[in-house]
């Protein structure tokens, strides 16, 4: 072997090889894979240390074999941490920790000038404690469970096939009693064949462990990111999958919506049209008799209409995102013309007490207002099914009244406060924190859309108005509807 292998020179190259293999290895590991840049350390160390053995000679004995030996060791310990890393067990890595320092310290001595044990002596500690480390790597990858075990296996079987090989050559020098010239670290004659063929294979094993390494971890890399775009696809059909369904809840809602406005509007619609229907047929029949047409049922005829435009003014509310054009208004004109539509809708037990302050301005809309104060008062109505008192009244105000619930602006200064009162039983919180949302009602379907509140409540969002709710269980409440007030002056 020796006449066509250069010893030194095939040392050389492997330590440079190893060196160069670490040093790539660590430069294209990514920061945080910290089992990659470990295993790439230990090749860089282990070709390290190998490149002080191989100036054995050259320089001090302590740094070419003390020092030499004890960094290929710190690279054997590295390369096994970075097999912990890789399982996840981190207290082997505490093990394979005191296993480097026991074995720094137990070769140290050693070969130390005090102790200066024999060639053999230290080869063979050198054996035990590489074997040793070789059975903690095995240790080590037996806990790891992976989708694929083609390269786990042939890792394992490096590992146990190395630790094997350190065994060996220490039976070998314990029992063959090899002199000291046979024992040099990279022998190749023909007197020296076993110890040849042992660095032949601890090369070859060496060698199949880095890149195995390697591409264990690129696979397991590939299989998460196999599994990463799996979830991610079938989160992304998921939310398509939800956003259908959504947009099917989104379409019944709106239809049921629909239906449910349709209804109430058609509701009213009906009452006004029967209202009409009835005061044209007496209007009719006295024109037809030749009679005097007797003011009452053009009165009955003039309050549909005035319900019918309240009900136009409400949808215009909800329909329009246009900001509505406000002016100076006559509040004591509004609340007259809300009483006297009211009146005919009230029934006998139930009485209208208005009061109101006169010459006061709010500015606002007209039609809005009327609406929303109509729609307030004939909630006050059917909250007295039993009759009572239902009370308008007009005031000036500095600051906004005490109430349990606002909506609104917080208006300040000088303000009109129109408040619509009734005695029947109160408001409960759980009606109160829904009572202006659409479709909302206490009442039967048949009698109330939910839409009156909710249309109130646009009406003070858009005209810059707030709304102050005073109830009190079983005394009655108190719906204070405030609006700027405009100076005469």
């Not at 030749?290 to 329909?319: N, Y």
Request: charged share 15%; aromatic share 6%; net charge negative.
């Amino acid at each position: 072997m020796a006449e066509f292998v250069d010893a030194g020179t095939l040392v050389l190259m492997l330590s440079l090889g190893t060196m160069a293999f670490g040093g790539a290895l660590l430069l294209a590991a990514h920061a945080g894979d910290r089992s990659t840049r470990f295993w790439a350390t230990g090749f860089l160390l282990g070709g390290a240390g190998l490149l002080l053995l191989l100036l054995r000679g050259l320089i001090p004995p302590v740094i070419s074999i003390q020092v030499g030996n004890t960094i290929m060791l710190a690279g054997v310990a590295c390369m096994v941490g970075a097999l912990a890393l890789y399982a996840e067990r981190s207290g082997m890595i505490f093990v394979v920790a005191l296993w480097f320092l026991a074995s720094a310290v137990i070769f140290n001595v050693a070969a130390s000038p005090p102790v200066l044990a024999p060639v053999d002596v230290r080869v063979m500690i050198i054996a035990v404690l590489v074997a040793t480390s070789q059975l903690l790597a095995v240790v080590i990858l037996w806990t790891v469970k992976a989708q694929y075990v083609r390269l786990l296996n042939l890792l394992r079987a490096s590992h146990i096939a190395l630790g094997l090989a350190f065994l060996a050559r220490f039976v070998y020098i314990a029992q063959a009693n090899v002199p000291s010239d046979l024992l040099d670290p990279y022998p190749f004659n023909n007197s020296a064949i076993p110890n040849g063929l042992f660095f032949m294979a601890a090369i070859f094993l060496a060698f199949v462990q880095g890149p195995t390494f390697v591409l264990l971890k690129k696979e397991e890399a590939d299989r998460k990111a196999l599994e990463a775009r799996e979830r991610l696809t079938n989160e992304v059909a998921a939310r398509w999958a939800e956003r259908r369904v959504q947009a099917a809840q989104l379409r019944d809602a709106r239809a049921d919506t629909i239906e449910h406005f349709a209804r109430g509007v058609a509701h009213d619609a009906n009452n006004i049209l029967g209202v009409l229907q009835l005061g044209y047929g007496e209007v009719a029949e006295q024109v037809k008799r030749h009679e005097p047409v007797r003011p009452a049922a053009l009165e009955l005829m003039g309050t549909a209409l005035d319900q019918a435009r309240i009900t136009t003014s409400g949808l215009m509310v909800l329909g329009s995102h246009q900001p509505p054009a406000l002016e100076d208004v006559c509040i004591e004109a509004v609340v007259g013309e809300v009483g006297s539509m009211l009146e005919s809708t009230l029934p006998v037990n139930i009485r209208l007490e208005q009061t109101t302050e006169p010459s006061l301005l709010g500015y606002t809309h007209r039609g809005f207002l009327v609406s929303a104060l109509f729609n307030l008062a004939a909630n006050a109505r059917d909250a007295m099914p039993q009759g009572g008192v239902l009370r308008l009244a007009t005031r000036r105000r500095d600051e906004l009244p005490a109430g349990i619930h606002r909506i609104g602006e917080p208006l300040t200064g000088p303000m009109v406060d129109i408040a619509v009162g009734d005695e029947g039983p109160g408001i409960e919180p759980e009606v109160l924190s829904r009572m202006f949302q659409p479709m909302f009602t206490t009442r039967d379907h048949n009698d109330g859309h939910g839409y009156g509140l909710y249309m109130v409540q646009g009406v003070v969002e858009r005209t810059g108005a707030a709304l102050v709710v005073d109830s009190t269980p079983g005394r009655g409440t108190t719906m204070h509807f405030l609006i700027k007030e405009v100076s005469r002056g």
